[in-house]
């Protein structure tokens, strides 16, 4: 097996807190292994442009940190065309890259997954998201900054909830996926969650939030994803407050927020041996693959392993979050 | 001059982070000026149903740190009324009241000063808001940790900001004021500072934006107060995102995480001095007054006083903005 | 199988951040189930004094979020004596407490084990400490806040580090486990880690310094846990500094601020998850066990087991730790 | 009167949150007003080196939220010297620096006011220390930050305080000034503080310890500033638990984690004003001068001016803090 010389790293899709330990990781293991490093802005974007700069220890001191990420991320429509691919693919083979670590969502990951198809171009994926939405690893990068940020926001609501007599609804990222709503709902005391994996009717909203109006609660929070069946926080609020009137009913939109902000120790180390894991991996022969941690330990799995995989419905997790509620 | 024996203290309007921390010092200045202290639930509201409960040197430990109010806060329409206003009167009567302090907004200041003109009940009025717009102090509470509430926020977003190339309107509170728009602003590194006090046009901020993209800014981040005459967030995006299209534009509201938090270090320590300067104020015989902070100094404002007092129109700090935005 | 009907709930040891949510989620679980739910003040030494109170869903109103222990802790004396748990049991009995969940570390485990074997008292102990230095479960309650309390002060301290030309040693807690300080390390940056687990010597320990030193390197971090036969902080910072002259050397000892803070949410659906759990293992027969979340899985495990399986001992991440710090 | 062509900009000795915000202020209102900023790294060590770099917009884009100095600070004593400064000087000249903005503590001050008398060098300088030990100034550069990081490791160890029966000694920087002790410990509800201003006698503090404990506190803080004259936490902490048994004593030292972190609003906005005020007041012929805010306006006072100005002596404060902690 030909070993790698040199190895591009690139951020795509979505940001999310932790991107830059990833890529600070991806730097300083592949010095370690002898690897040059070459870093790709803006995602398919630049690599189609040939955004590239070689990067050394210390273009990645001091990043551990930050929110974001120091390489940018884009969307690029021209990536999604086998014309464009083979463009980015050209761009690589001139700068004489011969592997590629991409960190980003599910998005990001076909994106690698049609290059390696089309031109063989070696890869690993990072699962870096917020949203926790892929299948082949535990958690992924951002997702634990995400939610404790959503659940600051949630502690600085109930202080107005519970000084006035309030009911707030609360919307938080997760378009698909439940897991920012679910587990800053259980943090946040919430009343009631609402995710896009389940419908929720308003008759059974109503129905709960009677049950524990009728238990002299001063205040309710109503944690809602964005984007599910049930509507949009401002449309079940609206909704909710035609038909129930002792409550003020407010809505907050966390929105970007979500996004940014110094990452927890736990992306971080996450992100840290994802990167590590990741240069290993390549120099171990893994290709097609998205590295993930299962229980503490590193796997690797097949793109089409990982797409055939069911994603998560919260079924424990929303008994329990019923039971707290009470 | 007789001296009172018990004092009520009631929190009113909107909520403000470091209210818990002026009760705590009206309740403790209360008790070692051998004062009876007694707490009125829900602002004027409690007031008019005699919802009151006596308070202790125990009854606000352990508040200090703590967002929102502990007495609760409400708007009453019935204490708008002359009728409403009587029978709050018969209730503080009842119960042996002879002063009040009143922590809130200019509103609730107001009904404090109606309820002297009709019933000669003294009071002090201490300032929590976290708009910062009421005159007779350098500072009201809340205002400091809104601030860094919105810039904590502002930090996260820019992250995301210039990870990609974007253009971030955020929508701060301020109805009437511009303080948290500006302060957070500057303190944000905004582009743009849009204030209720000064018409901005939609050709002014294009133009600004212009010159900030030709520079190569890679993201921007315009502030707006909530409620100014150029309009929301919404609207002022929509109308940029119209004429200017090399950013990808969006809009997040901070809403009411604004209100809340643990208090920084300064509104409790101001909260602190105007508690127990207000005790002290009553003592020594001023009524329909505002306690207020003016360079370190405790003074006494009457209500009429205050009223009349221009409100700040902020004309250096946006010089100094604009000269920080090039 | 007879059913319980009443239960005592109690945190004893060192408080840790969440142990709130857990004693919330026990009475409110213990509600659902139809139970009653005692609460028992200053662990074994409020437990032998009969220190007891009745919980209701208000009595945990509004604790989810906050560090320390609404129960209070203390470390009894006499509990360790066959007679101090003998009256134990016999406030118990009184009170007709017929299970018992603790909250705490190992220590309070024990305790619970004796009781246990002496006098039959079922139980079902809640890992909760800092530390996460307990087999059976992947973390134990309080781990992920203290690890993150102490990456934002590293993350303060790094800012001066870089700012002058200084080595500084910062001090974290694990007594005997390297849990907070390989991961706030990692998640840190750190140049060294020094763990309980693994004796490091000053030469080591210099020869790394220099090697990052020599790579011009303006400023690094070494952490230390607490109480390593390596010796303190100020113990290897005092060796190292006699034989490195071009840094100035500082030390700061995180100390008891590792323990107190607001809960994240991590920490907080754990504490909800396990303190449901151990209601439900109490009432399906499950006695003389802990209730650990390994793997997403809820699992009960003897006192005997636990005591017997070995401690993690940290190699691999040990290993990414120094591919990290080059 | 010439105008500058050429400014050089530089930090000096303790780092402070906001430095970077003062900075990019100078930098951004230089170019402003088509002046060239030299950036010095290193305080006076960079002087006497030579250690410049030219500095554009991009040079200080994405430095304003950020802790500590980019252009770095040291201790010079070479500077200390007239030798020292001629040197110094002479690199100035060479550089064509015709005026110098340098932002930090008295020392720092000293300094460029020697370079002023032996060299002719304008200046003005910034005040940019957490101790907010300046007089000429409401306050200085980091006070606002360190207070509330003070505040906010108050808080966590208040969690544990209350959590077992305990009296926390905790240390707080303000060598000569008592600041940071007197706010936080107002802001923390600490039941004794310890000024370096006054001196306390341990019978004082532990007659104010029993009279709280009599009232059955169950936990209680004393915040101490460093090295006053009535000794260090540590030692007072001996002194009192030898006499003082109900408590079990604890001390925790924040040492440098308070010089970091994120800079609040206040002082950014600050840092902000006071930079562009630098850069103006140059221009407009200031020299060996420190601006300040005094009550929201800009001033410039004179080195002697503000050298022979009387310190605060906290003498309200503290008498509030006495009501605050009956």
């Not at 001091?62 to 390489?71: D, E, H």
């Not at 970007?256 to 902000?261: E, S, V, W």
């Given at each position: 097996m030909t070993k790698m010389k040199r190895i591009g790293v690139f951020t795509s899709g979505g940001d999310a807190p932790g991107m830059n330990a990833a890529i600070r990781a991806v730097v300083r293991a592949g010095i370690f292994y002898k690897k040059e490093i070459i870093g790709i802005y803006r995602g398919y974007e630049g690599m189609i442009e040939g955004d590239f700069v070689p990067m050394e220890v210390r273009s990645v001191s001091?990043?551990?940190?930050?929110?974001?990420?120091?390489?940018k991320s884009a969307r690029s429509?021209?990536?999604?065309t086998k014309e464009g691919r083979t463009k980015a693919f050209e761009q690589l083979k001139k700068m004489k890259i011969d592997g590629l670590i991409g960190i980003g969502g599910d998005g990001s990951f076909a994106g690698m997954h049609h290059l390696y198809l089309e031109h063989k171009m070696p890869y690993v994926c990072i699962p870096g998201t917020?949203?926790?939405?892929?299948?082949?690893?535990?958690f992924t990068i951002g997702y634990d900054t995400a939610t404790n940020t959503a659940v600051n926001a949630i502690d600085k609501i109930r202080d107005t909830a519970l000084s006035h007599n309030r009911l707030f609804f609360i919307e938080v990222m997760g378009r698909d996926s439940g897991y920012i709503a679910i587990n800053s709902g259980i943090a946040g005391g919430a009343v009631a969650i609402i995710i896009p994996e389940e419908e929720t009717s308003i008759e059974e909203l109503i129905e709960k939030l009677d049950a524990s109006g009728s238990q002299n609660k001063t205040s309710s929070l109503v944690i809602v994803a964005e984007g599910g069946k049930s509507g949009s926080a401002m449309e079940i609020a609206k909704k909710v407050q035609e038909r129930f009137s002792y409550f003020d009913t407010k809505v907050t939109i966390l929105g970007?927020?979500?996004?940014?902000?110094t990452p927890t120790y736990f992306d971080r180390v996450l992100a840290s041996k994802m990167g590590v894991a990741a240069i290993e991996g390549l120099e171990a022969g893994q290709t097609d693959v998205m590295v993930g941690i299962v229980h503490k330990e590193v796997i690797f799995n097949k793109f089409d392993e990982i797409m055939s995989q069911p994603k998560d419905i919260h079924k424990d997790d929303l008994r329990i979050a019923k039971i707290l509620s009470i």
């Open positions: 001091n990043i551990l940190q930050r929110g974001g990420t120091m390489l429509k021209e990536f999604l917020i949203d926790n939405d892929i299948p082949g690893t535990d970007h927020l979500q996004r940014g902000g």
